[in-house]
C-alpha cells in the first residue's frame, strides 16, 4: 500500500504570507499527485493535478512541484479565503487511491 | 452544472448495513471517462477512499472495506449506491460521493456532493 504524509500537519500564516506544505509518497508515484482543499463544512474541490497542472479557475497564487515521493503545494500570497485544510491525494496505485493526512493552514 | 447529492439515514445501528445514495443531476452517470465514488471523513478529519463504480457495473473496492462493501449504479434512475454491512462505531463518518475523472495518466475527484454525515450507535 501507498502511504502518504504531510508536513507540516498544521501552520499559523498571515494574509500576504508565502507558505508551501509538503506532501511524501512511501515509494514513487511518479507525477500522479492531486492537491485539494476543504472549507469546514464543505466538500474538498481540487486545485492541482497531476502535481503541477493548475485546475481549471484556481487561482495563479497556487502552485504544485514534485515528483517522485516528495511533493509541494505553494501560495504565495495568502488570501483569507485561503485558509483552509489541505490534503494531498494519490492515484499511482489506481484504481485505489490514497490521501494524506492533511495540513490546517490558519 | 454537475450536482451531486447524497440521501440516506444518518443513523445506524452497530453491525447494521448503512445505506447511502448518491444522485446526480446536471450530467449522466452513462460518462465514459469517469467513475463514480464515494469517500468518508472521519471525525478526526482524514479522508479515506471507499470504492468506485463505473455505469456499466465495474467496481473498485479500498481493500480495507472490500469484504463489506457492495457499491451499485442505476443509470435508468442516474444514481449510484453505497451499502457498507456490519457496521461499528469506527464507521461513524461524513460520507461523500463524487465522480473520478479517470483518464490516461490522470485521476482525480472532481465534482463532489455536500456530504452526509452518517453516526453509528445504538
Known amino acids: 500500500d501507498i502511504q502518504m504524509t504531510q508536513s507540516p500537519s498544521s501552520l499559523s500564516a498571515s494574509v500576504g504570507d508565502r507558505i508551501t506544505i509538503t506532501c511524501q509518497a512511501s515509494q514513487d508515484i511518479r507525477n500522479y499527485l492531486n492537491w485539494y482543499q476543504q472549507k469546514p463544512g464543505k466538500a474538498p474541490k481540487v486545485l492541482i493535478h497531476?502535481?503541477?497542472n493548475l485546475e481549471t479557475g484556481v487561482p495563479s497564487r497556487f502552485s504544485g512541484s514534485g515528483s517522485g515521493t516528495d511533493f509541494t503545494l505553494t501560495i504565495s500570497s495568502l488570501q483569507p479565503e485561503d485558509f483552509a485544510t489541505y490534503y494531498c491525494q494519490q492515484y499511482d496505485s489506481v484504481p485505489i487511491f490514497t490521501f494524506g493526512p492533511g495540513t490546517i493552514v490558519d | 452544472q454537475l450536482l451531486l447529492q447524497e440521501s440516506g439515514p444518518g443513523l445506524v445501528k452497530p453491525s447494521e448495513t448503512l445505506s447511502l445514495t448518491c444522485t446526480v443531476s446536471?450530467?449522466?452517470?452513462?460518462?465514459?471517462?469517469?467513475?463514480w465514488g464515494w469517500i468518508r471523513q472521519s471525525p478526526g478529519r482524514r479522508l479515506e477512499w471507499i470504492g468506485n463504480?463505473?455505469?456499466?457495473?465495474?467496481?473498485f473496492f479500498n481493500p480495507s472495506l472490500k469484504s463489506r462493501l457492495t457499491l451499485s449504479v442505476d443509470t435508468s434512475e442516474n444514481h449510484f449506491s453505497l451499502k457498507l454491512s456490519s457496521v461499528t462505531a469506527a464507521d461513524t463518518a461524513v460520507y461523500y460521493c463524487?465522480?473520478?475523472?479517470?483518464?490516461?495518466?490522470?485521476?482525480?475527484?472532481?465534482?463532489w456532493g455536500q456530504g452526509i454525515l452518517v453516526t453509528v450507535s445504538s
Open positions: 463504480v463505473y455505469y456499466r457495473g465495474n467496481t
Open positions: 446536471g450530467g449522466s452517470i452513462s460518462s465514459s471517462n469517469h467513475y
Open positions: 497531476d502535481a503541477s
Open positions: 463524487a465522480r473520478l475523472r479517470w483518464e490516461q495518466f490522470h485521476a482525480d475527484f472532481d465534482y
